[in-house]
């Protein structure tokens, strides 16, 4: 069995940069899910092309496996027959196991999948009118603790690989019945017996219209930060024209506040940001969001102003889950504001009912309450609509993700909280 790098300590904060390589399966095939073009080629080449034939396969297989989402090689009809069982002996073309598929009454699905090395996570489609948004998992659990997060109260953690973040997005796909159909929109040189019939449909094109999945979220499991190189390596795929296709405006990565890291998520990956901030106190903050400590609500409101991209076109949504009693206040709603103008951010405000989970040590803000706090932040003319709760029969509502749900007493969870919080330190 692989590796199964499971992190027992948390807190891996600053990425290592340590050579990135493939697991093989037990029967030594390597899954190309995940690797970019360049490395397809390479590996092409280590299994004995030369290197103008490698490239040109990997340019071909590249696009069959993300733009076109076949998942055989028998498929690939431009590539020379005797060419495909030579790959299927070597490659394979993986997708995370589908465990469990569960649909809400309000149109949310939810999956349950499985890594090749046994790990659950779960992959939420929320469909709306216009739009639909595939929330997606960076890791198995989360190494951080936010009090109000049942993600938090996992103990073990794995990195997804790209490919296991990326195949979320090409499972949807294959569940949603999206791939475009049609031509090939690149000549071939090399095309040996290629069968004629795939340049003979129209329609390989990519649109946004019409589609179910027009969004990604990085909110599912994890913290995509902590996972950046894999996370970077994924939505580099999900955006190339060649591969998923799908715009960076469309895609939103939401972090707790790895501030070192923010300045590089703009730069290398130029997703839209989203920010947990929750709370305006030291205090506040420090309690449900324990990375706090490590970095404070000032530095993480800098890094926000410095954010490249941001605009007032595309604006940062800080996300803000309204617990009783604890940041709910109409002085919280206005020390929202006055740090949003102070920083002088491009900035909308998300307020997130508080979804509950058993064990969990808060409750949801009365609906009154929650409907004040975003009048002020509305009247000070920054936008703070309230989300409203989906797939909550499913557990598929935010912050309700939690493979293996067995419920933890109280002083297990204290246990577990100081645990994490020490390897913040
Ligand atoms: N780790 C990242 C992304 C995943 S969490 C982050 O923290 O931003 C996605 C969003 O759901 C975050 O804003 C998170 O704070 C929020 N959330 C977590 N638990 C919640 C709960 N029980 N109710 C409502 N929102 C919750
Ligand atoms: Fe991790 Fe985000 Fe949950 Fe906090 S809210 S524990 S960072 S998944």
Partial sequence: MPDTNLM???GHIDPVTVARDITPRADGRVDLIGLPRARIAELFGQAGLDTKAAKLRAKQVYHWLYHRGVTDFESMTDIAKPMRPWLAERFVIGRPEIVEAQVSTDGTRKWLLR??????FEMVFIPDADRGT???SSQVGCTLNCRFCHTGTMRLVRNLTAGEIVGQVMLARDGLGEWPKGRMDFAF?????????????????????????TNIVMMGMGEPLYNFDNVRDALKLVMDGDGLALSKRRITLSTSGVVPMMARCGEEIGVNLAVSLHAVTKDVRDEIVPINRKFGIE???QACADYPGASNARRITFEYVMLKDKNDSDADARELVRLIKHYNLPAKVNLI????????PYECSTPDRIRRFSDIVFEAGISAPV???RGRDIDAACGQLKTA???KSRAELERLYAEKEAALD
């Fill in 134 to 136: 595939l929330c997606v």
């Fill in 353 to 360: 009912p508080f979804n509950p989970w058993p064990g969990a």
């Fill in 405 to 407: 749900a067995e419920r």
């Fill in 8 to 10: 027992q300590i948390p």
């Fill in 115 to 120: 890594t090749a090395d046994g790990h659950d």
């Fill in 299 to 301: 530095d993480l409101l």
């Fill in 387 to 389: 989300r409203t709760p």
């Fill in 189 to 213: 040189e090399d095309t040996d017996d290629a069968e004629p019939e795939a340049a003979d449909q129209d329609g390989g094109g990519y649109s946004a219209d019409g589609r179910l999945l």
